[in-house]
């Protein structure tokens, strides 16, 4: 592994990073009233996007589908039974409440997760059509639904409205 593929992986982790983190500044600006603020971290966040993209194309750690959701299950199980699991130990220890719930409904839906790709891992190798259908994610804990959004979400509560149709 060259130097300049390293980096490559280190600076797409960062501006990964970056990308999320202007967004939740970008909400926290609105909320402070100051929508010209949120529109330029929106702009950055766009652009870390593409910064983040070119190093991971060029790190070549895009593969085909049928081998990306192999790697997306292998790190969606790692996370629900390995990384979440002892995480969520250390903050019961530690009487973190607040971490505790993130690690939980986190811990829980990359269990679902791993469960669609799989689902559709097995589709895709058995050239099967993958079934056309919606997804709804819960804003609250990101809890991960086919099909039509529950009346609550059975992971954290939160009602049918905090649902976000993806297409
Ligand atoms: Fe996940
Ligand atoms: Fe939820």
Redesign the pocket.
């Known amino acids: 592994m060259s130097a300049s593929n390293n980096n490559l992986k280190a600076a797409f982790a960062g501006e990964s990073q970056a990308n999320r983190r202007y967004l939740a500044f970008a909400k926290k600006a609105e909320d402070e009233g100051l929508p010209q603020i949120a529109v330029l971290f929106r702009a950055a966040a766009e652009a870390e996007t593409v910064h983040a993209m070119n190093h991971l194309r060029i790190a070549g750690e895009i593969g085909m589908t049928i081998s990306n959701l192999d790697e997306a299950i292998s790190g969606e199980t790692f996370e629900f039974t390995k990384m979440y699991p002892e995480f969520l130990e250390v903050s019961k220890q530690e009487r973190n409440k607040q971490a505790e719930w993130s690690f939980n409904?986190a811990n829980q839906v990359e269990e679902i997760h791993a469960e669609l790709f799989q689902k559709a891992l097995n589709a895709l190798k058995a050239n099967e059509e993958v079934p056309k259908t919606d997804y709804y994610v819960?804003k609250?804990?990101?809890?991960t639904v086919e099909n039509s959004a529950p009346d609550r979400?059975s992971?954290?509560?939160?009602p049918h409205a905090?649902f976000l149709k993806v297409t």
Do not use: R
Not at 140 to 143: A, D, H, Q
């Open positions: 409904v819960c609250v804990c990101g809890n979400c992971i954290c509560g939160a905090q």
